[in-house]
């Protein structure tokens, strides 16, 4: 069975589809605004943050300054805030699309999107003021949580209620499947991390087993799976062949669901937990690589003869380079599992690195490149620069690939330093300022990149783009003729 | 056939056995553990922190500490934690009983701090180096956590608490500088952080 978003033969399903988008273009660009607002907000945390690691007394004396509040709060507006805001848009823009529904209950979307920029300002405003818990990922004081959690189960009772009312004699498509389970598993790894840690916590001793498998989980059954269903929608929708096999597509979707949950403890090697807890937790990540390739190999034979496209075509740009940036830190994480990796790097920049790559060079360039293709169908109008798209990518692309590169050459440095006891403290302190220095600079890069698709994104929420009709390409390609916005 | 109840089933299961596998079984494994007795002396380890100390885990958690200090000492063959005498022996999960939030964390930028209360047991030098760690170590990364501290007019008697701050950290004649409440409780509980103690599987090694 072959299937994928068919471009419409005749022109009532293409005014159908029109009207869905249309259907949904309130909410959509409410998450949309939201998640370029924090992605700002982001962006300065994270240059802060970045700064103080290399010159400590830099803003270092106000106490809503220091850099463990700072450090929450980046973290918090780039995943709460900007991550996931965004994929709401996108969630809700797939999802009605490809449930073939006009959107229901819209206000309850957009209530719900108000609910959780409010929790998570208070929450973010909260650390600041020294609220923070201490848990990574979880920092939010637990009155922001319980918003979140309210605005959060009102999106989910949308997403059924959608789903519920879909066309019905349509197959399902795999990008369904992945939303409707991120749907599912986010509050559930949510709920329960915050329950036994926050709410009624468990004893000291296994609440780092807890944090950690949140920690991870949290990327992987929530940005995870939005980013593959996006990639799995837009390279067929770009390309415009149907995905290279479905079949396969179905049991990397099954395989990932049966071996996500169990990742997560695999960096505790050492630690003081149960051996087993550790050592399934390395067998998942290695058996992660399944449906890690079958994903791949499907996304790289749909792509196949297509090639001009990635380069001409935006969104298929950033999906594309988010699908190998998830393919490289998937590998990663299989050997992060390793003793004698974790022996040496464990606790080092490495660390930080692979969480950077999955959330910058996986997730956001994906959610970039969804914006690209969903924002010319709710505007009415294309984006006005395609120079302000290449400077967009090329700054994201230059500054993730050098954060790559600094924190690993750091990271592994780093790792040898402490794995040698004679090396002193000073020491291991002094070959890393190098690369935190370089961090920095990627730091820089990557704001000017965010602060160029906010601008074109301001320029496009005011109608400032180019008219509708012929899509703004990165270069000639006749080929692509067909993703304009008013298909 | 209802997909959407054949496929929630499916979402709920693959989630379910993750959960209980990695959450709810080692739960049940370690999530109740007791302290241990020691027969000889009727020791009971680990020790019960003070209120302060308990206190202090909350100011721990506010500043980020754990951004950059791990508690864990890993054995002897999974690193150099023993040999940078960050610990005698290993941590185990008993070790973290008596905490109300443990902070194992997730980077080594400063030292493990699972044993600092032993490598430093006088307040003075914790809030020295709290205070400014850069008036202890120069080439400290760390910052300041001068927030945590007053500096007010000496009026008669200089304060017992008044840090030693020497030339450019020392505060303008006439002034002294002492700890907060906040200070003092994670002070507490760094002078608490102590693993040099027995347990039945993590004996502290021959001398």
């Not at chain 1, 998640?35 to 943050?49: C, E, M, R, S, Y």
């Not at chain 1, 329960?192 to 944090?211: D, E, N, R, T």
């Not at chain 1, 080092?348 to 969480?355: E, F, G, Q």
């Amino acid at each position: 069975m072959s299937t994928t978003p068919s471009i419409p033969a005749d022109s009532e399903a293409t005014a159908e589809r029109i009207a869905i988008d249309h259907s949904t273009r309130g909410p959509v660009l409410i998450f949309f605004i939201s998640a370029v607002v924090w992605l700002l907000a982001a962006t300065f945390f994270g240059i802060i943050d970045s700064f103080k690691q290399h010159n400590p007394e830099f803003l270092g004396h106000v106490s809503w300054l220091t850099y463990g509040r700072i450090h929450a709060a980046y973290l918090n507006a780039l995943t709460l805030g900007w991550g996931t805001t965004g994929s709401f848009g996108v969630i809700i823009w797939l999802l009605a699309r490809l449930d073939h529904a006009r959107l229901r209950i819209r206000s309850v979307l957009v209530l719900s999107c108000w609910l959780w920029n409010i929790g998570l300002g208070l929450g973010i405003l909260g650390v600041l003021g020294g609220l923070s818990t201490g848990i990574e990922f979880l920092e939010l004081p637990g009155f922001a949580a319980v918003i979140l959690f309210v605005s959060y189960s009102l999106m989910a009772v949308w997403g059924v209620v959608n789903f519920a009312a879909r066309d019905v004699r349509r197959p399902l498509f795999i990008s369904q499947l992945y939303l409707l389970a991120a749907l599912f598993w986010f509050p559930w790894a949510y709920g329960s991390a915050q329950f036994l840690l926050h709410f009624s916590p468990v004893q000291g001793s296994i609440q780092g087993i807890v944090a950690s498998w949140y920690a991870h989980n949290f990327l992987t059954l929530w940005f995870t799976p939005i980013g593959l269903a996006a990639a799995y929608y837009f390279i067929p929708k770009v390309t415009g062949k149907p995905i290279y096999s479905y079949s396969l597509a179905n049991i990397g979707f099954w395989t990932f669901a049966l071996f996500v949950g169990w990742n997560g403890a695999y960096y505790l090697t050492g630690g003081p937990y149960p051996v087993w807890v550790v050592t399934a937790s390395i067998v998942a990540a290695v058996l992660m690589l399944i449906p890690v390739s079958v994903v791949a190999i499907n996304h790289h034979m749909t792509v196949k003869g297509s090639f001009a496209l990635v380069h001409s075509s935006p969104t298929l740009r950033f999906v594309v380079f988010g699908a190998i940036a998830y393919t490289v830190a998937s590998v990663q994480e299989a050997l992060m599992g390793f003793r004698t990796y974790g022996k040496f790097f464990d606790y080092t920049l490495i660390s930080v690195a692979h969480v950077h790559l999955v959330i910058y060079g996986f997730f956001s360039m994906i959610l970039f490149g969804a914006i690209y293709y969903i924002m010319p169908r709710l505007i009415g109008c294309e984006w006005r620069s395609a120079m302000l798209i290449r400077l967009h990518f090329a700054a994201s692309f230059f500054g993730i690939l050098l954060m790559m590169a600094v924190l690993h050459v750091g990271g592994v440095r780093q790792g040898i330093d402490l794995s040698d006891a004679t090396v002193t403290f000073e020491q291991v302190t002094a070959h890393a300022m190098f690369c935190l220095t370089g961090r920095t600079a990627a730091m820089m890069l990557l704001t000017l990149a965010n602060f160029v698709f906010a601008y074109h994104f301001v320029l496009m929420l005011l109608h400032l783009g180019l008219p509708a009709g012929k899509p703004t390409l990165l270069s000639e390609s006749p080929a692509v003729e067909k993703e304009a916005a008013t298909l | 056939m209802n997909r959407l109840s054949v496929l929630f089933v499916g979402i709920f299961t693959s989630f379910l056995i993750g959960w209980i596998a990695m959450v709810r079984v080692p739960l049940g494994q370690i999530g109740r553990l007791q302290p241990d007795v020691n027969e000889e002396t009727g020791d009971i380890f680990p020790p019960t922190p003070s209120g302060l100390a308990i206190a202090g885990e909350k100011v721990y958690a506010a500043n980020g500490c754990v951004y950059c200090h791990t508690q864990i000492v890993r054995p002897e063959e999974e690193g150099s934690d023993i040999a940078r005498k960050w610990g005698d022996r290993r941590t185990v999960a008993r070790d973290y009983i008596r905490q109300t939030i443990t902070f194992p964390g997730t980077q080594r930028i400063g030292p493990d701090l699972t044993n600092v209360g032993v490598r430093y047991n006088d307040a003075k030098w914790q809030h020295q180096h709290l205070y400014n760690p850069r008036s202890i170590n120069a080439w400290s990364r760390m910052p300041s956590f001068d927030y945590l501290y007053v500096t007010r007019k000496i009026v008669g008697q200089k304060s017992d608490e008044a840090l030693d701050l020497k030339g450019e950290f020392a505060p303008p004649a006439g002034y002294e500088v002492v700890p907060t409440t906040e200070a003092r409780e994670l002070v507490a509980y760094l002078l608490s952080l102590n693993r040099n103690y027995p347990l039945k599987e993590a004996p502290l090694p021959e001398k």
